[in-house]
């Protein structure tokens, strides 16, 4: 089994900054790509930021300049720097991984079970 753990969620002020970590454990042999998904209210479920094992990113349009996606892979860790934060961010995000736990393994998507993110004055 694979757990996925997400962190540092919160309220922030318009303009402010904050930094999600999330953490996979368990059986793990191989995190082919770690990723940060949101939800707001009655909206779907949306790709925040991506990043592969080899470094490759890519991010939703609207948070491009302003979030930044990084990854540990000595730690399974995946991180989001979430800077001139918008009320529009205000979401739950949520940390997902696909990841193969053997070598002859499928890989498979694990989610996290979400942190809030609140932006508001």
């Known amino acids: 089994q694979v757990h996925i753990v997400e962190s540092g969620g919160g309220l922030m002020q318009p303009g402010g900054s904050l930094r999600l970590s999330c953490v996979a454990s368990g059986t793990i042999w191989m995190i082919y790509t770690m990723g940060w998904y949101r939800q707001a209210p009655e909206k779907e479920r949306e790709l925040v930021a991506v990043?592969?094992?080899?470094?490759?990113?890519n991010y939703e349009e609207s948070v491009k300049g302003r979030f930044t996606i990084s990854r540990d892979n000595a730690k399974n860790a995946v991180y989001l720097q979430m800077n001139r934060l918008k009320p529009e961010d205000t979401a739950v995000y949520y940390c997902?991984?696909?990841?193969?736990?053997?070598?002859?393994?499928?890989?498979?998507?694990?989610w996290g079970l979400g942190t809030q993110v609140t932006v508001s004055s």
């Open positions: 990043t592969t094992s080899v470094g490759t990113t």
């Open positions: 997902a991984a696909y990841v193969a736990q053997t070598p002859d393994s499928d890989a498979s998507h694990y």
